[in-house]
């Protein structure tokens, strides 16, 4: 047998080689079954097998399950999110989309779905491996596993993989179906985008929840004040709140020094700005919130907190509507 003309294919799907591959480069059905039973090759799956020295990796397991279940499947659901670089257990199991309506093979080891709704099936490559795109990622992902859909929507928004609209829009046509995963799709999207502007980081989240369970004054989210897109904006104050603080960039001293040259900036317009690091907002949400408070009523005496909170509460219901 001629692995020459399979190493092409090979290299470009790790280490993995079909049958009609094997087929179409003029290789016969006989000579791919001696090679099976004479260890030149190992069999994967029905029709997939490795060549000799290829290492067996968590991408090969996938991409082996695509080719064995033929033209139009694509990894999805947990596989789609591992290689959309969401980080996901060792112990995943391989999952694939089959899109023909001609039934495909069942796999050991493998789960097949057949789903009728074919809505926003169109393939991304991902580590060379058809794959779900993350609209649909997204969708399918809410249906097996939701309680990691939150993190997965936060990789999504903050790596700019897609937009805040396009993610409501892929709620919105699905949900028209009754999908099984919108529910925790749509709950994680309220987490990661705030006025309709994606989030940057965990800290802008945690931020937001402090707001909300301490019912502090109405804010802005990612306003431009002197010039500059800050993070929170206490509105009605000259008061800004960074979620990025001295701790986040303790080991970049240009961080530290452009951090410093920004706070400076504001200073000179007459703006306060507050740094909040990650283990202030989340492990003692309650002093932070008493700080923010006390500043507030020192800065800008003028404010009626009560009747803030009162019209911030508002204003979030009719945006909720």
């Not at 829009?169 to 990661?192: N, T």
């Not at 990650?278 to 800008?300: C, D, K, L, M, S």
Request: aromatic share 6%; charged share 25%; glycine share 6%.
């Amino acid at each position: 047998m001629d692995f020459t003309s399979l190493g092409t294919y090979a290299d470009d799907h790790h280490g993995l080689v079909s049958l009609p591959a094997a087929l179409k480069r003029g290789l016969g059905r006989a000579t791919w079954f001696r090679a099976l039973q004479d260890g030149r090759l190992t069999l994967v799956h029905r029709g997939v097998a490795r060549l000799p020295g290829a290492p067996e990796t968590r991408d090969q397991s996938i991409a082996a399950a695509v080719l064995a279940t033929g033209p139009g499947s694509m990894a999805s659901h947990r596989s789609a999110a591992h290689l959309w670089g969401i980080v996901r257990p060792d112990d995943d199991p391989v999952e694939v989309i089959v899109t023909r309506r001609n039934r495909s093979p069942d796999i050991d080891g493998v789960i097949v779905h057949r789903p009728r709704d074919l809505r926003d099936l169109q393939p991304a490559l991902k580590a060379r491996i058809p794959t779900t795109n993350v609209l649909r990622l997204l969708c399918d992902l809410g249906a097996v596993d939701a309680g990691s859909v939150s993190d997965a929507v936060g990789h999504v928004v903050t790596a700019r993989l897609a937009s805040p609209v396009a993610l409501r829009a892929a709620i919105d046509r699905h949900s028209r179906r009754g999908r099984h995963g919108v529910p925790a799709f749509r709950a994680a999207l309220e987490e990661w985008v705030i006025d309709g502007k994606p989030v940057d980081s965990v800290l802008e989240t945690a931020m937001r929840r402090l707001f909300e369970t301490y019912r502090l004054p109405p804010y802005e989210f990612h306003a431009r004040i002197a010039g500059l897109e800050v993070d929170f904006w206490i509105v009605g104050t000259p008061i800004v709140l960074e979620c990025d603080g001295w701790e986040f960039h303790a080991r970049s001293r240009a961080q530290q020094d452009a951090d410093a040259a920004r706070d400076a900036h504001l200073a000179e317009h007459g703006v306060l700005s507050l740094r909040f690091t990650y283990h202030q907002i989340v492990r003692r949400p309650a002093e932070q919130a008493r700080r923010i408070a006390a500043i507030v009523r020192q800065w800008a005496p003028h404010l009626d907190l009560g009747a803030d909170r009162r019209r911030s509460a508002t204003i979030r219901a009719q945006k909720a509507r």
